[in-house]
């Protein structure tokens, strides 16, 4: 069982280019999300989905764009990165329903932008 | 902004002693859970404790919920050098699916 997996692990880009963080889950999960994590500002909220064809924003959505054509893929797209989106972007996935359900993590992809 | 400040920031004990975060958030909750995350690593579900429930127990995790202050602590009880991590509250609103993490807790559990 492969939980969430994320790719790639790590990725350095430099400044305008353009790139797809993958993140995929096998636990049939409506509902997933992406976070970034910075040093200090623990784990903030990019975009989210509770279900195919559904996305909407989180607390920091400038400079990504989402969409969500199946159930197990989330992808994550950086149209034109800064070095201000240096981060550890995290994919988390769960099963709501069950009011509050706990989220199932990724390994994480590291970003560099130069 | 974040919802949830963990204190200490870090916490650094010898093993076998107990470690005590404390996490304070700012609005009304459905709930609150608390993470652990290993260095590199993902963030790992530890404990979940509802708006109507003051405490709640996981082996050696111990969970306490004041919603009057809002307030939660986690206790772990014995601790182990495995334990060493960083430990993050997260706030579960009512009306939506959003988590919204805090800073989090380093801990260090010294051998």
């Known amino acids: 069982n492969a939980g969430v997996t994320q790719t790639p692990k790590f990725q350095v880009l430099k400044t305008g280019q353009s790139m797809t963080l993958q993140c995929a889950q096998d636990m049939n999960h409506e509902y997933m999300s992406w976070y970034r994590q910075d040093p200090g500002m623990g784990l903030r909220l990019i975009h989210y989905?509770?279900?195919?064809?559904?996305?909407d924003q989180g607390e920091v959505p400038n400079g990504y764009n989402v969409s969500r054509s199946t159930t197990e893929d989330f992808p994550l797209r950086l149209l034109s990165a800064a070095p201000s989106q240096t981060s550890v972007y995290f994919c988390a996935s769960s099963s709501p329903g069950t009011s509050g359900s706990p989220l199932h993590f990724g390994n994480g992809t590291r970003l560099t932008v130069t | 902004s974040q919802q949830g400040e963990e204190d200490p920031q870090a916490l650094s004990i010898q093993e076998g002693e107990n470690a005590t975060m404390n996490c304070s958030y700012k609005t009304s909750i459905n709930n609150l859970q608390w993470y652990r995350q290993n260095s590199g690593r993902g963030l790992v579900h530890l404990i979940l404790i509802r708006s109507n429930e003051r405490e709640k127990h996981s082996g050696r995790l111990r969970v306490t919920l004041d919603t009057s202050k809002k307030s939660s602590s986690l206790l772990i009880t014995a601790s182990r050098a495995a334990d060493t991590a960083s430990y993050f509250c997260a706030t579960h609103g009512f009306g939506n699916e959003k988590l919204t993490f805090g800073t989090g807790t380093r801990l260090t559990i010294i051998p």
């Open positions: 989905s509770v279900g195919a064809g559904i996305t």
